[in-house]
């Protein structure tokens, strides 16, 4: 088990002192954040180790490598447009989603009704279903990664993001009728 353990590590040092430099430029040519490229650098070799035995068979290392920093790249990216597609987004959706009196007193009302009944279905909702929205509609993650970090499957978290969606939708437009 030391024997493979090892052979791993020197197989992951030769990844690395071959195509570090060329690594670590390409993303930093695609990224506007040079802070970010120290991460998605370990990053990209965390996916790496991850891919396990099966980066041996792998000819091109480079574009290999070159391929996880670009999805990585597009999955930061997507998360950052989602965080400011939603900004703050802690405490009661009411506190954060309120037009603060902008809009018509009646207008207002209405949102504060919809955005009670939106809050209290949510609360309402088992802790797993409540982690999947949270994950990936509130933290911009994909459902592979949510899948990942909640110890599910992908289809697992995709399934339980529809149920959960549409029956939120039917508490909000139910109570309205």
Wanted: with cysteine; proline share 3%.
């Amino acid at each position: 088990m030391a024997d493979a353990a090892t052979q791993r590590d020197d197989s992951l040092a030769e990844w690395i002192g071959e195509h570090d430099d060329a690594l670590r430029s390409y993303i930093a040519r695609r990224v506007r954040d040079h802070a970010q490229v120290d991460d998605l650098v370990q990053d990209t070799y965390v996916r790496l180790l991850r891919a396990g035995p099966g980066t041996r068979a792998v000819r091109n290392r480079r574009g290999f490598l070159f391929r996880i920093a670009s999805n990585l790249i597009t999955d930061a990216f997507r998360r950052r447009r989602t965080r400011q597609e939603h900004p703050g987004l802690d405490g009661t959706l009411e506190a954060n989603l309120s037009d603060h009196g902008v809009g018509s007193p009646e207008r207002r009302l209405i949102g504060r009704d919809r955005l009670a009944k939106l809050d209290a279905a949510l609360a309402a909702l088992t802790p797993k279903a409540r982690a999947c929205v949270h994950l990936v509609r509130f933290e911009g993650l994909s459902p592979r990664e949510a899948a990942a970090r909640l110890g599910l499957t992908e289809k697992a978290v995709s399934r339980q993001l529809e149920r959960t969606l549409a029956t939120l939708a039917r508490q909000v437009v139910d109570h309205e009728r």
